[in-house]
């Protein structure tokens, strides 16, 4: 069985963990149209979890720049959501601060080679166990 995590933005995240093999198979990081592709290509999948950027509550320093670049991806969300619905797919939504923070090194550890840090999050998603 297979986990996707997907990290929405105009940068998408994608990583795909294999349970059987225990390890992430796959990483990339693309448009939103190719990471569906990408989506819809996975045979047994298990689990479809997507960061949900509409649970954020918090931006920090430079919080208008910040809330403008998280209206696209809460649009980039909904389209998520919107392509799980059309296509059957279950998904889980993820509070963003529940995505485990995954370093390059972890990333390179894990047989990853070079990602970007969109691929890294996703990584995080597919990794952790969400309850």
Known sequence: MKIIGIDPGVHTGVAIYCQAADKIEFTKTCGILEAMEIV????????????????????????????????????????????????????????????????????????CGRTSVHARDAIGLALKRFV
């Open 40 to 111: 819809k290509g996975v045979k047994e999948l298990k689990e479809l979890r997507i960061e949900n950027p509409h649970l954020r509550k918090w931006f920090g320093l430079n919080s208008n720049a910040k809330k403008q670049g998280a209206g696209s991806v809460k649009r980039d969300y909904k389209i998520w959501v919107e392509f799980c619905t059309a296509n059957g797919i279950a998904y889980v939504e993820v509070h963003p601060k529940a995505v485990p923070i995954i370093t390059k090194s972890m990333a390179l550890a894990l047989g």
